[in-house]
């Protein structure tokens, strides 16, 4: 019932820009903090962005800080991550991911997965 579905990958030059989604449904958003992740082949899983649910409070990886952004709008029950300024190490499968989470920060643990969209920034 709890579902999340990320869309928006594809491939893009180096420089270029995408918007990706995670649409959730099954619940509101409203209550859960909510994660971007990516992994690339034989790469461990890292965290990209979050955002707590309480304050909205946003955090992002240093490789990424300044590039990405990510925006919440609960009355679409959706979480977005705009990608500017793309980079070949961008490139990977892209994850949202979701907690129940009412506080500032952004938890460790996240119960809830997306199933992956691609983005593979290349020449």
């Known amino acids: 019932q709890l579902q999340l579905v990320e869309s928006g990958g594809g491939l893009v030059q180096p420089g270029g820009s995408l918007r990706l989604s995670c649409a959730a449904s099954?619940?509101?958003?409203?209550?859960?903090?909510v994660g971007w992740f990516r992994q690339a082949p034989g790469k461990e899983r890292e965290g990209v962005s979050c955002?707590?649910?309480?304050?909205?409070?946003?955090y992002y990886a240093d490789s990424v800080k300044g590039r990405f952004i990510i925006a919440r709008d609960n009355a679409k029950n959706t979480v977005y991550l705009q990608m500017n300024s793309l980079k070949p190490e961008d490139t990977a499968v892209y994850y949202c991911a979701v907690t129940l989470w009412y506080d500032s920060g952004c938890p460790s643990v996240y119960d809830y997965w997306g199933q992956g969209t691609q983005v593979t920034v290349s020449s």
């Open positions: 099954g619940f509101t958003l409203d209550y859960y903090a």
């Open positions: 955002m707590s649910s309480r304050d909205s409070t946003t």
